[in-house]
């Protein structure tokens, strides 16, 4: 996790755009900002700049902001669980780019991983309770 995190960050700094971190104060108009949210999720990295109020209103809803413009206004809001899931949801179709897929399968490998790690070690220590018991 912390791999694909610092990663992310090194490919969003590349980038013209500044990362904006979670508890960082910053200017809602400044449309060169990246924010990324406290959970960490992907926000179509490589995509256009999408402004920090856009994407601060999808994390709201533990959704991903998608960077093109909707019929119902500048940017919609697409659940995360519909990002690369075979169907465009986005008015562009950006969720299901192969660069943002690889991103999100990398990052939902390392989830996964992340999961049975924490999954093994509950396991461990309450066999190790049950032990002393």
Do not use: W
């Amino acid at each position: 996790m912390i791999r694909y995190v610092a990663l992310l960050i090194v490919f969003l700094a590349s980038s013209t755009a500044r990362v904006i971190q979670p508890s960082q104060t910053i200017n809602e108009n400044d449309e060169d900002s990246i924010y990324i949210p406290p959970h960490h999720r992907l926000q179509m990295a490589g995509q256009p700049s999408i402004p920090v109020k856009a994407l601060r209103e999808c994390a709201k809803n533990n959704s991903a902001a998608c960077p093109s413009h909707s019929i119902d206004g500048p940017y919609s809001c697409i659940s995360t669980d519909c990002i690369c899931d075979g169907r465009n949801d986005c008015p562009r179709g950006e969720d299901e780019q192969k660069s943002v897929c690889h991103y999100h399968r990398v990052h939902m490998r390392e989830m996964e991983k992340q999961r049975k790690l924490l999954s093994m070690m509950s396991e461990s220590s309450q066999n190790d309770v049950e032990d002393l018991d």
